[in-house]
Protein backbone atom coordinates (compact mmCIF):
# COMPACT_ATOMS: atom_id res chain seq x y z
CA UNK A 1 0.00 0.00 0.00
CA UNK A 2 1.40 3.76 -1.05
CA UNK A 3 2.99 5.75 1.85
CA UNK A 4 3.58 9.03 2.16
CA UNK A 5 7.76 9.45 3.54
CA UNK A 6 9.50 12.24 5.13
CA UNK A 7 13.03 12.54 5.52
CA UNK A 8 15.06 12.79 8.41
CA UNK A 9 12.84 11.73 11.02
CA UNK A 10 14.57 13.59 13.53
CA UNK A 11 16.45 17.43 12.77
CA UNK A 12 18.41 19.25 15.71
CA UNK A 13 19.35 22.55 14.16
CA UNK A 14 20.81 25.82 15.89
CA UNK A 15 18.36 28.54 16.31
CA UNK A 16 18.92 30.53 13.24
CA UNK A 17 19.84 28.09 10.56
CA UNK A 18 18.06 26.82 7.29
CA UNK A 19 16.44 23.27 7.95
CA UNK A 20 14.75 21.38 4.77
CA UNK A 21 11.96 19.11 5.43
CA UNK A 22 11.69 16.18 2.68
CA UNK A 23 8.74 14.39 1.83
CA UNK A 24 7.69 12.22 -0.87
CA UNK A 25 3.74 12.23 -1.53
CA UNK A 26 1.38 9.18 -2.80
CA UNK A 27 2.18 8.91 -6.36
CA UNK A 28 -1.35 9.75 -7.83
CA UNK A 29 -2.23 12.58 -5.56
CA UNK A 30 -2.55 16.09 -6.45
CA UNK A 31 -2.63 17.99 -3.39
CA UNK A 32 -0.26 18.33 -0.48
CA UNK A 33 -0.01 19.73 2.63
CA UNK A 34 2.13 20.46 5.57
CA UNK A 35 0.83 20.24 9.37
CA UNK A 36 2.95 20.46 12.43
CA UNK A 37 2.11 19.53 16.30
CA UNK A 38 4.01 21.40 18.75
CA UNK A 39 4.34 18.47 21.85
CA UNK A 40 1.29 18.12 23.60
CA UNK A 41 -0.85 20.71 21.60
CA UNK A 42 -2.90 20.40 18.34
CA UNK A 43 -2.26 19.23 14.96
CA UNK A 44 -2.30 23.09 13.19
CA UNK A 45 -2.25 23.48 9.50
CA UNK A 46 0.51 25.71 7.93
CA UNK A 47 0.12 25.47 4.09
CA UNK A 48 -1.41 23.11 1.41
CA UNK A 49 0.18 22.83 -2.42
CA UNK A 50 -1.96 22.14 -5.92
CA UNK A 51 -0.92 22.58 -9.05
CA UNK A 52 2.61 23.41 -8.71
CA UNK A 53 1.32 26.91 -6.08
CA UNK A 54 0.32 27.11 -2.61
CA UNK A 55 -3.18 27.37 -2.33
CA UNK A 56 -4.18 28.38 0.89
CA UNK A 57 -1.65 29.06 4.05
CA UNK A 58 -2.00 29.46 7.72
CA UNK A 59 -0.53 33.00 9.80
CA UNK A 60 1.33 30.40 10.99
CA UNK A 61 3.07 30.11 7.12
CA UNK A 62 4.99 33.50 7.21
CA UNK A 63 8.37 34.84 5.11
CA UNK A 64 10.40 32.40 7.02
CA UNK A 65 8.79 29.22 5.62
CA UNK A 66 8.67 27.83 2.18
CA UNK A 67 7.43 25.03 -0.17
CA UNK A 68 8.72 23.72 -3.18
CA UNK A 69 8.04 20.93 -5.77
CA UNK A 70 11.76 20.65 -6.81
CA UNK A 71 10.73 17.26 -9.38
CA UNK A 72 7.74 14.78 -9.98
CA UNK A 73 8.02 13.24 -6.50
CA UNK A 74 9.22 15.85 -3.77
CA UNK A 75 7.96 18.16 -1.81
CA UNK A 76 9.77 20.42 0.85
CA UNK A 77 9.13 22.37 3.67
CA UNK A 78 12.16 25.11 3.74
CA UNK A 79 12.32 27.62 7.60
CA UNK A 80 14.88 30.21 6.31
CA UNK A 81 15.82 30.62 10.26
CA UNK A 82 15.14 28.84 12.93
CA UNK A 83 13.55 30.19 16.68
CA UNK A 84 13.60 27.93 19.05
CA UNK A 85 9.37 28.06 18.97
CA UNK A 86 9.70 26.39 15.37
CA UNK A 87 10.77 22.54 17.96
CA UNK A 88 7.83 20.51 17.10
CA UNK A 89 6.64 17.82 15.03
CA UNK A 90 6.12 18.45 11.03
CA UNK A 91 4.00 16.20 9.01
CA UNK A 92 3.39 16.11 5.40
CA UNK A 93 0.27 15.01 3.99
CA UNK A 94 -0.96 14.23 0.12
CA UNK A 95 -4.46 13.22 -0.98
CA UNK A 96 -6.21 13.28 -4.01
CA UNK A 97 -9.29 15.17 -2.76
CA UNK A 98 -10.06 16.13 0.83
CA UNK A 99 -8.79 13.12 2.50
CA UNK A 100 -5.24 13.05 3.55
CA UNK A 101 -2.79 10.67 4.81
CA UNK A 102 -0.26 11.67 6.71
CA UNK A 103 3.08 10.74 6.93
CA UNK A 104 5.69 9.47 9.83
CA UNK A 105 6.61 13.04 10.74
CA UNK A 106 9.93 15.25 10.93
CA UNK A 107 10.69 15.76 14.78
CA UNK A 108 12.44 19.48 14.55
CA UNK A 109 14.11 20.63 17.74
CA UNK A 110 16.00 23.48 17.51
CA UNK A 111 18.68 25.06 20.41
CA UNK B 1 -12.07 30.98 12.61
CA UNK B 2 -13.52 27.37 12.52
CA UNK B 3 -13.27 25.22 15.96
CA UNK B 4 -13.48 22.13 16.47
CA UNK B 5 -13.88 20.79 20.57
CA UNK B 6 -13.48 17.91 21.81
CA UNK B 7 -13.50 16.17 25.32
CA UNK B 8 -9.37 16.04 26.27
CA UNK B 9 -10.07 12.85 28.54
CA UNK B 10 -8.74 10.19 29.27
CA UNK B 11 -11.77 8.06 28.04
CA UNK B 12 -11.67 4.71 29.79
CA UNK B 13 -13.46 1.86 29.06
CA UNK B 14 -12.75 -2.24 29.87
CA UNK B 15 -11.92 -4.17 26.94
CA UNK B 16 -14.82 -5.50 25.22
CA UNK B 17 -16.76 -2.41 25.87
CA UNK B 18 -18.05 0.62 23.45
CA UNK B 19 -16.16 3.70 23.22
CA UNK B 20 -18.11 6.48 22.01
CA UNK B 21 -15.92 9.69 21.09
CA UNK B 22 -17.18 12.52 20.65
CA UNK B 23 -16.88 16.18 18.68
CA UNK B 24 -18.23 19.68 17.45
CA UNK B 25 -17.75 22.09 15.05
CA UNK B 26 -18.62 25.67 14.71
CA UNK B 27 -18.79 26.26 10.81
CA UNK B 28 -22.26 25.52 9.76
CA UNK B 29 -21.06 24.94 5.86
CA UNK B 30 -18.55 22.13 6.98
CA UNK B 31 -19.30 19.47 4.69
CA UNK B 32 -16.15 16.81 4.95
CA UNK B 33 -15.21 15.05 8.32
CA UNK B 34 -12.81 12.70 9.25
CA UNK B 35 -11.47 10.66 12.11
CA UNK B 36 -7.74 9.83 12.60
CA UNK B 37 -6.15 7.60 15.07
CA UNK B 38 -2.49 8.79 16.82
CA UNK B 39 -0.53 6.94 19.16
CA UNK B 40 2.07 8.94 21.44
CA UNK B 41 4.64 10.00 19.16
CA UNK B 42 3.47 8.96 15.68
CA UNK B 43 1.51 10.62 13.02
CA UNK B 44 -2.43 10.67 12.41
CA UNK B 45 -3.90 7.56 11.14
CA UNK B 46 -6.90 7.87 8.89
CA UNK B 47 -9.64 5.76 10.11
CA UNK B 48 -12.99 7.19 8.54
CA UNK B 49 -14.59 9.80 6.40
CA UNK B 50 -18.04 10.79 6.58
CA UNK B 51 -19.88 13.70 4.70
CA UNK B 52 -23.71 12.57 5.19
CA UNK B 53 -25.55 12.97 8.19
CA UNK B 54 -26.22 10.07 9.53
CA UNK B 55 -24.28 6.47 10.62
CA UNK B 56 -21.35 5.38 8.35
CA UNK B 57 -19.96 1.95 9.84
CA UNK B 58 -16.44 0.15 8.71
CA UNK B 59 -15.28 -2.67 10.89
CA UNK B 60 -15.69 -1.69 14.60
CA UNK B 61 -15.81 1.61 13.81
CA UNK B 62 -19.42 3.50 13.64
CA UNK B 63 -18.79 7.51 12.38
CA UNK B 64 -21.97 9.38 13.33
CA UNK B 65 -23.44 13.07 11.54
CA UNK B 66 -25.31 15.34 12.45
CA UNK B 67 -25.25 18.53 10.52
CA UNK B 68 -27.96 20.13 12.52
CA UNK B 69 -26.26 19.66 15.73
CA UNK B 70 -22.73 20.15 13.98
CA UNK B 71 -21.86 16.89 15.96
CA UNK B 72 -19.82 13.98 14.60
CA UNK B 73 -19.15 11.04 17.03
CA UNK B 74 -16.94 7.91 16.58
CA UNK B 75 -18.47 4.83 18.29
CA UNK B 76 -15.80 1.75 18.75
CA UNK B 77 -17.10 -2.02 19.18
CA UNK B 78 -15.41 -4.55 20.89
CA UNK B 79 -12.92 -2.01 22.49
CA UNK B 80 -9.40 -3.42 22.52
CA UNK B 81 -6.49 -2.13 24.62
CA UNK B 82 -4.47 -1.70 20.80
CA UNK B 83 -7.40 1.14 20.32
CA UNK B 84 -5.77 3.03 23.24
CA UNK B 85 -4.74 5.94 21.61
CA UNK B 86 -5.87 9.57 21.08
CA UNK B 87 -8.81 10.29 18.09
CA UNK B 88 -8.41 13.39 16.12
CA UNK B 89 -11.78 14.93 14.82
CA UNK B 90 -10.74 17.20 11.83
CA UNK B 91 -13.14 19.10 9.66
CA UNK B 92 -12.48 19.79 5.76
CA UNK B 93 -11.97 24.17 5.39
CA UNK B 94 -10.87 25.31 2.09
CA UNK B 95 -7.62 23.30 1.40
CA UNK B 96 -7.02 22.36 4.63
CA UNK B 97 -8.21 20.61 7.75
CA UNK B 98 -8.72 21.73 11.01
CA UNK B 99 -8.22 19.44 13.97
CA UNK B 100 -9.71 19.20 17.67
CA UNK B 101 -7.45 18.44 20.43
CA UNK B 102 -8.17 15.36 20.15
CA UNK B 103 -9.61 12.75 23.10
CA UNK B 104 -7.39 10.05 24.31
CA UNK B 105 -8.57 6.77 24.90
CA UNK B 106 -7.45 3.84 27.05
CA UNK B 107 -8.51 0.39 26.88
CA UNK B 108 -7.74 -1.80 29.81
CA UNK B 109 -7.57 -5.52 30.32
Known amino acids: EPEVTQTPSHQVTQMGQEVILRCVPISNHLYFYWYRQILGQKVEFLVS????????KSEIFDDQFSVERPDGSNFTLKIRSTKLEDSAMYFCASGPTDTQYFGPGTRLTVL | QKEVEQNSGPLSVPEGAIASLNCTYSDRGSQSFFWYRQYSGKSPELIMSIYSNGDKEDGRFTAQLNKASQYVSLLIRDSQPSDSATYLC?????????FGTGTRLLVSP
Open chain 2, 90 to 98: AVAGFQKLV
Open chain 1, 49 to 56: FYNNEISE
